[in-house]
């Protein structure tokens, strides 16, 4: 399907999911464009351009048409620190969930806010415990890289930041000196995969381009927006922030632009500290399907369900992180045919804490190889994380075993090496791969070597991983989860409900 682009670009366009072409991240079709000229907003006036460096990249604008199987288009916007019980009980955000899906059991990970919003792009938060600026290395792969991975396009977008690719950790509104937009809830750029790259810094904009966007029915297919200080609630109350989101969603929910699009209206971390991280979360928008709206789901999840909800949709493969296992939204798991597990026990879960990671401050370590092995309902991790991790796996191991069980600060991450069965899954896709690539006819020259050499060393792995266990090694299977046809109502123990049925079947040792 061809369509158009502004300014006169055309491209064209994968019909299904299944054969999308994967857009590079710059497309001919791609509109550049300088933020020269003064935003049409009143609220833009402030100009911390003076006190801060120039733009140095181009704002791009540019959409995609991969049909998901739940929704099209997938919009988050993230509040800041309010307890669960605050938020549900808010006159707005009850008017609010009348319209949506009331996810009752939906946590954040830890304190302070950063950690949460870095996770819920990379499915980890690798020990972070302050609102300090961090460049996460760039071989650590975001869901930039999954939604770029099968074409579909993406943008975040933040209130008052003064333009496109802003990197400075604050900017002040000039016009009523508010504290305006930080970057530690801006998370895409704190990974330098995303700040060395123009094409994608390119695409962290502005308030402002969002509105333009909408209007001109160019908003990408995933959105991160994050409002300003005020508007989040973080300098005001959650009644400053549910007014802000109950004025600015019912125009956006009924926009034409924005048919079959799936909202997630949630808050970063919960603002009691000694607590367990319980965030209000809801589902609006026109995916939600009308005896759905209104409802309540009692499923267990976390931020990382944003993720693995995502993946879902429009079939991505995954980071190999939390991503991978976390619940899919039920709504949406009833369409791909995902799982939607129990968790297992969260008495004395607190998520209030950061576990060790690389940029914790008194307890390094370091960040741990994703899970080339995992398979969650047919999807597998992205290529390019196995090319970069798989030594380090295969001789380290990982601290990511496909549970819903989150660590935290007292329960931390633990390493397990990859059994000889995951080896053998992992020497499965290499071979896969390359067939695939022989088919093409597009012989990959370097990549093809670098991909031949990989499954060498993981057969010879595979061989000493064996021997090991011959002699009594440690062991460990990995949880895979694969949708069937055993249509499965999942209850809590503890009493949770859910609201719908999933289709659903658990294949352990995959
Ligand atoms: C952000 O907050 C300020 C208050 O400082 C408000 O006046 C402004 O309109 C808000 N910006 C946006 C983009 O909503
Ligand atoms: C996390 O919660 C537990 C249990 O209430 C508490 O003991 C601990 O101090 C909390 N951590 C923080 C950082 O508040
Ligand atoms: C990832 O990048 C960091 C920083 O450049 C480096 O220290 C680390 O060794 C890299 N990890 C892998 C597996 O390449």
Known sequence: MRISLGLGATVVMAHSWVCAVTLPSTTSADVHRRDSTPPLTSHSSHSSRQRHPKQVVDTITSTSNVPGKAFDRFITIWLENTDYAKAVGDPNMKKLAKQGILLTNYHALTHA???????????????????????????????????????????????????????????????????????????????????????????????????????????????????????????????????????????????????????????????????????????????????????????YYDHYSQLATVQANWGLRHLGRYDAAANVFAVVAGETGDVVRVHPDLGGVWLNQSYPGAFHRKYFAPIPPPNLALRVNGRGILPAIRKEWGEL???????????????????????????????????????????????????????????????????????????????GGERTETAGVKGAAARERSAGSNGWGVGMAVVMVVVMGM
């Not at 191991?397 to 990859?418: A, F, H, M, N």
């Not at 990549?447 to 050499?453: H, R, S």
Request: aromatic content about 10%; glycine content about 8%.
């Open 393 to 471: 796996w295969r001789g380290k191991g990982t601290v990511y075993d496909g549970s819903l069980e989150i660590p935290w600060r007292y329960k931390p991450q633990v390493y397990k090496l990859p059994s000889e069965e995951e080896l053998k899954i992992v020497e499965g896709d290499i071979e896969e791969e390359k067939e695939e690539k022989e088919k093409e006819g597009g012989k990959g020259g370097k990549e093809e070597e670098e991909e031949e050499e990989m499954a060498t060393m993981v057969k010879e792995s595979a061989t000493a991983t064996a021997a090991a266990a011959a002699v």
């Open 113 to 299: 806010s950063q950690g949460n919003y870095i996770a819920a792009a990379a499915g980890d938060y690798f020990g972070i415990e302050t609102g300090d600026t961090y460049n996460i290395p760039s071989n650590v792969s975001t869901i930039v890289d999954v939604l770029e991975d099968k074409g579909v396009s993406w943008g975040a977008y933040q209130e008052d930041m003064p333009y496109t690719g802003f990197l400075s950790a604050e900017a002040v509104n000039t016009r009523n000196k508010a504290n305006a937009y930080v970057r530690r809830h801006n998370p895409l750029v704190s990974f330098k995969s995303i700040t060395e790259n123009k094409a994608r810094l390119g695409r962290c904009k502005t308030h402002t381009a969002f509105l333009e966007e909408l209007e001109t029915g160019l908003l990408p297919q995933w959105v991160f927006y994050t409002p300003n200080m005020t508007n989040n609630g973080h300098d005001t109350s959650v009644t400053h922030a549910s007014h802000y989101a109950s004025t600015f969603l019912p125009s956006l929910l009924s926009h034409p632009s924005l048919s079959n699009t799936l909202f997630l209206l949630t808050f970063d971390e919960s603002h009691t500290y000694p607590v367990r991280n319980h965030v209000f979360a809801l589902l609006l928008g026109t995916a939600i399907p009308p005896h759905l709206r209104g409802t309540t789901d009692a499923s």
